[in-house]
């Protein structure tokens, strides 16, 4: 069931949003050649805790920490371990924090010292899909106009649309109806209705889209092996367009 939230729940999800863009801007100086996934995966949680939040993703249908940290391949819902970041790696960091029961919800993909060039036009367009899906927020779209828009622009730059894995509602829980595919067709799905609150999140590939889920039955990689990205915000629809809760 799709909820339209109230003032006092979009305020709640706005501060836990914003707890989630400052989990963000306090782990980019720590993302470093040398420094395990884990190692950030403990400041990250730390961080969310001093902030009177809970990280959302531990113990959510069993996953194991506070953080999905996805490298290079991985597409999402890479488990930190004592794996070491590496110059030239892409490191996707997908945080939540839960506020007085409400959710933020917010995933980037970052550099690891110097990437190469190809590595370097995929965070590009991965973002730029992100907000080109965005435009499309306002009432009386609908959430396939948000899919049809990502997808042409990914198809248009050559890049693969993960199509199993896709955007959400957020609120009281971190994954709630609507679904927010990253493809789709003008016209079709839900309408949007001012006081939704989403989670847009594209997910591209450098080469093929298909993918594979690992022995751990969370991390999704790519088939090929071929670098992945992943960009995300939450958002609420307004009575003109849309405002972002996890940014400042």
């Not at 339209?4 to 306090?26: D, F």
């Not at 395990?36 to 996953?63: H, M, Q, V, W």
């Not at 973002?127 to 080109?132: C, T």
């Amino acid at each position: 069931m799709i909820t339209i939230k109230s003032k006092r729940e979009i305020e709640l999800l706005r501060i836990a949003g914003n707890i989630v863009y400052q989990t963000h801007q306090y782990l980019k100086p720590y993302i470093k050649e040398g420094i395990t996934t884990k190692e950030l995966d403990k400041l990250a949680e730390a961080f969310i805790r001093s902030k009177d939040s809970t990280p959302s993703f531990k113990g959510y249908e069993g996953f194991p920490t506070a953080l999905c940290i996805s490298v290079n391949s991985e597409v999402v819902h890479g488990f930190p371990s004592d794996r070491v970041l590496k110059n030239g790696d892409i490191v996707s960091i997908d945080i939540g924090a839960c506020y007085k029961g409400y959710h933020g919800d917010s995933a980037w993909t970052y550099a690891v010292g110097e990437i190469n060039e190809e590595k370097k036009f995929l965070l590009e367009h991965t973002e730029k899909s992100l907000f080109v899906g965005l435009e499309q927020v306002k009432p009386g779209n609908r959430i396939g106009d948000i899919g049809y828009a990502i997808e042409q622009y990914a198809k248009e730059h050559h890049l693969g649309v993960v199509r199993e894995l896709c955007g959400h509602g957020v609120g009281t829980s971190v994954h709630e109806d609507p679904e927010v595919p990253n493809y789709g067709r003008k016209n079709t799905g839900p309408r949007l209705k001012e006081g939704m609150v989403i989670a847009v999140e594209p997910m591209l590939t450098l080469g093929s889209p298909r993918i594979f889920i690992h022995d751990n039955n969370w991390t999704v990689d790519t088939e090929d092996g071929r670098p992945s990205a992943h960009f995300e915000h939450t958002i609420v629809v307004t009575n003109d367009g849309y405002q972002i809760l996890t940014g400042e």
